[in-house]
T-cell receptor, first 109, second 116 residues
Framework: GQNIDQPTEMTATEGAIVQINCTYQ??????LFWYQQHAGEAPTFLSY??LDGLEEKGRFSSFLSRSKGYSYLLLKELQMKDSASYLC??????????WGAGTKLIIKP | GAVVSQHPSWVICKSGTSVKIECRSL??????MFWYRQFPKQSLMLMAT?????????EQGVEKDKFLINHASLTLSTLTVTSAHPEDSSFYIC????????????FGPGTRLTVL
């Protein structure tokens, strides 16, 4: 079956760095997405990886290892506004997104 | 990025009534639109996928006759919750994608439905 696993909740301190891990099993693979979702709002796109390696975009970076079925989202210089849920989603051979349950990130001052 | 709108943003209705939610892609043609629902503190659950001009493909466990989806044009899809009940209260989110292969899904702002 298809499955996305990520931690339920993480806590980090303002200004610090946090890494949110995601492991995936999909029928075929057409890439791995990360979305940010603030409470009561729709998800917003953060990153897309389809090749192995690290993609950096400002304070956010995303890494993919296809052989390990593993990805992580790295957030640097954490700000209070980064408190949100982070959703990992794998795209299968039918270009359908398989969603993880999301990781709630709590930022403390 | 592309913009997807949803209307209404929130709606309260009585049990037994029907509610229609609109999803529009404002600056691109959405070949495919997706409808999700999300309960508090849970992840997105895909309800159905619709391609313009075709019947929607519903996920297992989603009642076709209860959740009517119409994707009549490349910029508009509607979800009608028929004979709504309190257990249908949820956050409904649409997303739209241009093309059929990999393309980013753009999400609408969501509609919060409360059925009394």
């Amino acid at each position: 079956g298809q499955n996305i696993d990520q931690p339920t909740e993480m806590t980090a301190t303002e200004g610090a760095i946090v890494q949110i891990n995601c492991t995936y099993q999909t029928s075929g693979f057409n890439g791995l997405f990360w979305y940010q979702q603030h409470a009561g709002e729709a998800p917003t796109f953060l990153s897309y990886n389809v090749l192995d390696g690290l993609e950096e975009k400002g304070r956010f970076s995303s890494f993919l290892s296809r052989s390990k079925g593993y990805s992580y989202l790295l957030l640097k210089e954490l700000q209070m506004k980064d408190s949100a849920s982070y959703l990992c989603a794998g795209m299968d051979s039918n270009y359908q997104l398989i969603w993880g349950a999301g990781t709630k990130l709590i930022i403390k001052p | 990025g592309a913009v997807v709108s949803q209307h209404p943003s929130w709606v309260i209705c009585k049990s037994g009534t029907s509610v229609k939610i609109e999803c529009r892609s404002l600056d691109f043609q959405a070949t495919t639109m997706f409808w999700y629902r999300q309960f508090p503190k849970q992840s997105l659950m895909l309800m159905a996928t619709s391609n313009e001009g075709s019947k929607a493909t519903y996920e297992q466990g989603v009642e076709k006759d209860k959740f009517l989806i119409n994707h009549a044009s490349l910029t508009l899809s509607t979800l009608t919750v028929t004979s709504a009940h309190p257990e249908d209260s949820s956050f409904y989110i649409c997303s739209a994608r241009e093309g059929r292969g990999y393309n980013e899904q753009f999400f609408g702002p969501g509609t919060r439905l409360t059925v009394l």
